[in-house]
Nanobody
Framework: VQLQAFGGGLVQAGGSLRVSCAAS????????MGWFRQAPEKERSLIAA????????YYTDSVKDRYTISRDNAKNTVTLQMNNLKPEDTAVYYC?????????????????WGQGTQVTVSS
């Protein structure tokens, strides 16, 4: 599976950004998809995920109620809409995918990675 991320950028606190990811090489209906982020000197962590059929989603507590993950299996894309952004959301964001047989809400379930995209939130 090849993943290519789009979007990100610089925004002021309280603003919104969207990052998207296009998958190729395997039908998206057969893969769970997620977004990770890594801030400087911190470990990469799973922040949002969506099951292969779009029927269930996961959010880490720090982004719950602010971020929304969605997918379009017809276009093989996944999107993360980020609202009410905070300076602590600043990080490199990574799109990831994993086999649908695994638990989509677990970080260790992801095998394929896109390139990171920078999200910077200024105070």
């Amino acid at each position: 599976v090849q993943l290519q991320a789009f979007g990100g950028g610089l925004v002021q606190a309280g603003g919104s950004l969207r990052v998207s990811c296009a998958a190729s090489g395997r039908t998206s209906r057969n893969i769970n998809m997620g977004w990770f982020r890594q801030a400087p000197e911190k470990e990469r962590s799973l922040i949002a995920a969506i099951r292969f059929d779009g029927g269930s989603t996961y959010y880490t507590d720090s982004v719950k109620d602010r971020y929304t993950i969605s997918r379009d299996n017809a276009k093989n894309t996944v999107t993360l809409q980020m609202n009410n952004l905070k300076p602590e959301d600043t990080a490199v964001y990574y799109c990831a995918a994993g086999p649908k047989s695994r638990f989509y809400y677990l970080a260790r379930s992801y095998d394929w990675w896109g390139q990171g995209t920078q999200v910077t939130v200024s105070s």
